[in-house]
């Protein structure tokens, strides 16, 4: 018995990943930047877990990931609560003791985030969720399968983290709240991951993410104002 945790992933093609980010970046950019992402993400070492890969796309763009030691599997059909709720059921199905779902968009999520994950379903929490500064979240783990949790869900919007808690009030789960954190949607998100990065290296914090940063310095110029921080594409 152990606890799943299954990233959910879209294969880095251009015209299908990151398009939220076209423009002012190019597919071809959007679509390496994504594939960073996704190498910083899966190479992370999440010990305490079983580790799967739910994919969207042509596996073959994920061999490097089944070589380190994910499971494959890929995403069901329907909008993204459908595709979560498919993948929690397989896995409580599989016998996994919870599950811990991940995206590819926040590379450098802190690791004390995911210890905490652990202690709180150790605890006895039901429900473990992680606000995004956006009004979602960037992880959610359940004790159970809870179809609620995925089913007529506002995805994609500011109202969801805040849907999501109060469907798991109205079914009495015990929930467990991680600190906010950030990941990569839009562009303005490029200029919030480059300052959380400059302050995490003031502070001697652990480098994480490496590719994602080096692929952003590479895109992506910017510059520091008075008020504001402004990007532009280096096409």
Aim: net charge negative; with cysteine; glycine share 8%.
């Amino acid at each position: 018995m152990s606890i799943h945790l299954i990233v959910m992933a879209k294969a880095p093609v251009a015209g299908f990943a990151k398009t939220r980010l076209v423009p002012p970046l190019t597919h071809e950019q959007a679509a390496s930047l994504a594939e960073s992402m996704l190498c910083d993400m899966l190479t992370r070492p999440w010990t305490g877990f079983e580790r799967h890969l739910c994919i969207s796309g042509e596996s073959h763009h994920f061999e490097a990931a089944v070589r380190d030691g994910w499971q494959l599997s890929k995403q069901a059909d329907g909008d993204l609560g459908a595709r979560l709720e498919a993948a929690s059921s397989a896995a409580f199905a599989a016998g996994a003791r919870a599950v811990a779902f991940l995206g590819t968009d926040a590379p450098d999520l802190p690791d004390a985030f995911m210890e905490d994950l652990k202690e709180a379903l150790a605890s006895g929490a039901d429900l473990v969720i992680g606000p995004a500064t956006d009004g979602g979240y960037y992880t959610l783990a359940t004790s159970a399968h809870c179809p609620v949790l995925f089913r007529d869900m506002p995805w994609s919007r500011p109202e969801l983290f805040a849907a999501t808690v109060a469907a798991a009030a109205g079914v009495g789960m015990r929930t467990h709240l991680l600190p906010p954190w950030s990941d990569i949607d839009e562009v303005e998100d490029l200029a919030r991951f480059e300052l959380r990065f400059a302050d995490s290296v003031l502070a001697g914090a652990q480098e994480l993410a490496h590719l994602t940063r080096v692929n952003i310095a590479s895109i992506v110029g910017y510059r520091r104002g008075s008020e504001k921080l402004s990007w532009e594409s280096k096409r």
